[in-house]
Structures are given as structure tokens and as C-alpha cells.
């Protein structure tokens, strides 16, 4: 997870295989700026605003609403949905 605008637009995508990007990193320039840069690892977009469709519009392969799941199970099943988005997982 990306903790600064700065720190996500210096990922290294053949270390990194998903990046999750909040609304208040300003979530969908971070999320072009990075797909501009070439940047191929999964882009998840995490906001408690209905952002769907803005972050997928900038690039990201999935969106998940705050708070999401705590409890491992259900976490999981989310985190899975969304790699499954690019297939990196079977």
C-alpha cells in the first residue's frame, strides 16, 4: 500500500504486484500518473466515497469501499476479487 503520493509514483512494478491507492492521495492523478508511467502492477482504488467508476476511468483495475472488511475471511474473499481483475490468480 502506498503511504505518499510520492511513495507510489516511485513503485517499481517488477517489485510490486499491487498497489492500493486512497481518495485522499489524490487517488485517480496518482493512479494516471503511474499508468503514464508505464506502471503495470494491479491499481486498487480505496475510498468511502462512490469512486468506482472515476478511479477505473484513471486506470485502476479494482475499487474497494472504506472500511472494508476486517475480518480475515471476508478480506480475503475482496483481496482476491481483486487480483483476479488481471489474472494473478487462478
Do not use: W, Y
Given at each position: 500500500m ?9 513503485v ?35 475510498s ?16 474497494l ?26
Amino acid at each position: 500500500m502506498c503511504i505518499s503520493l510520492k511513495q507510489c509514483l516511485h513503485v517499481n512494478s517488477k517489485h510490486q504486484q499491487m498497489a492500493s491507492i486512497e481518495k485522499q492521495l489524490l487517488g485517480t492523478e496518482t493512479v494516471r500518473a503511474l499508468r503514464s508511467r508505464g506502471v503495470k502492477s494491479v491499481i486498487c482504488g480505496l475510498s468511502a466515497n462512490d469512486m468506482e467508476q472515476q478511479f477505473k476511468e484513471a486506470g485502476a483495475d479494482a475499487f474497494l469501499f472504506k472500511p472494508f472488511p476486517c475480518e480475515k475471511e471476508a478480506l480475503s474473499v475482496e483481496l482476491t476479487r481483486v487480483l483476479k481483475t488481471r489474472g494473478m490468480l487462478c
